[in-house]
């Protein structure tokens, strides 16, 4: 599990925004760190290496988007994007630049946190050695063996419910967008073809999840992509 005691920098121009995040998360261990503005939170990355960065897109000197692209040309620091911005282009062009989750304001402190744990889960298994085991409550993905297994009994997977469960446990809590998903499986001439996520997430659901219809285990974010529910996610 991620250390509370990790090191997180606010990233957001509204005073009562950052005051309210350092009260909140102080409280539970974490270090916070503050930036006012772009070049503060540039500044602030590369000097104190912060574990994850929470980050407000409406910045006064740069568009978040931009800061993000920066911080990607160099770094792997998990982003959590918290902005007001709550349109489906805006949410997947961070995620395509870069970016780790994406929250819109208001938002609820609990979720706020629940997505921080998932991020720096993610990037511990990243850093770790070797491939891992990936629990995720009763689902276990060896990413070694490629074995899948459902309350300890083996699951049969096509190569391509394979591949894309294997993206989405790879980055767990992480939002997938379509493009990045089909990208990654079909290749760059079928970003486009969001019918076949469809089709095949709802087949890995039917094979993974005890209730396909109100699934718990691979989330829909409506019009942007999907995750793992990162939460009960662990590498053994």
Same mark, same amino acid.
């Given at each position: 599990?991620?250390?509370?005691?990790?090191?997180?920098?606010?990233?957001?121009?509204?005073?009562?925004?950052?005051?309210?995040?350092?009260?909140?998360?102080?409280?539970?261990d974490y270090e916070v760190l503050e930036a006012d503005?772009?070049?503060? /939170?540039?500044?602030?990355? *590369? #000097?104190?290496?912060?574990?994850?960065? =929470?980050?407000?897109? !409406?910045? $006064?000197?740069?568009?978040?988007?931009?800061?993000?692209?920066?911080?990607?040309?160099?770094?792997?620091?998990?982003?959590?994007?918290?902005?007001?911005?709550?349109?489906?282009?805006?949410?997947?062009?961070?995620?395509?630049?870069?970016?780790?989750?994406?929250?819109?304001?208001?938002?609820?402190?609990?979720?706020?946190?629940?997505?921080?744990?998932?991020?720096?889960?993610?990037?511990?298994?990243a850093e770790g050695e070797?491939?891992?085991?990936? /629990?995720?409550?009763?689902? *276990? #993905?060896?990413?070694?063996?490629?074995? =899948?297994?459902?309350? !300890?009994? $083996?699951?049969?997977?096509?190569?391509?419910?394979?591949?894309?469960?294997?993206?989405?446990?790879?980055?767990?809590?992480?939002?997938?967008?379509?493009?990045?998903?089909?990208?990654?499986?079909?290749?760059?001439?079928?970003?486009?073809?969001?019918?076949?996520?469809?089709?095949?997430?709802?087949?890995?659901?039917?094979?993974?999840?005890?209730?396909?219809?109100?699934?718990?285990?691979?989330?829909?974010?409506?019009?942007?992509?999907?995750?793992?529910?990162?939460?009960?996610? *662990?590498?053994?």
């Amino acid at each position: 599990m991620p250390s509370s005691g990790s090191k997180i920098l606010i990233v957001d121009d509204e005073p009562q925004i950052r005051r309210f995040l350092r009260a909140s998360l102080s409280a539970h261990d974490y270090e916070v760190l503050e930036a006012d503005n772009a070049a503060n /939170a540039i500044k602030i990355l *590369t #000097v104190e290496m912060p574990d994850l960065v =929470v980050l407000d897109l !409406g910045l $006064p000197d740069m568009d978040g988007l931009e800061v993000i692209e920066r911080v990607r040309e160099w770094s792997q620091v998990p982003i959590l994007v918290l902005s007001i911005r709550s349109d489906e282009s805006d949410k997947i062009a961070a995620l395509d630049r870069g970016a780790d989750d994406y929250i819109t304001k208001p938002f609820g402190m609990g979720e706020l946190m629940a997505r921080m744990r998932a991020a720096l889960r993610h990037r511990q298994q990243a850093e770790g050695e070797g491939d891992p085991v990936i /629990a995720l409550g009763d689902i *276990t #993905v060896d990413l070694a063996k490629r074995q =899948v297994t459902r309350h !300890g009994q $083996p699951v049969k997977l096509s190569k391509k419910e394979y591949e894309l469960l294997r993206v989405l446990v790879s980055h767990p809590g992480k939002v997938m967008t379509h493009q990045q998903l089909l990208r990654e499986i079909w290749g760059d001439a079928y970003i486009e073809e969001t019918q076949y996520l469809r089709v095949y997430v709802g087949q890995l659901r039917q094979k993974l999840e005890n209730d396909p219809g109100r699934p718990h285990l691979i989330i829909t974010e409506p019009g942007v992509g999907y995750r793992v529910q990162g939460e009960e996610t *662990t590498a053994v």
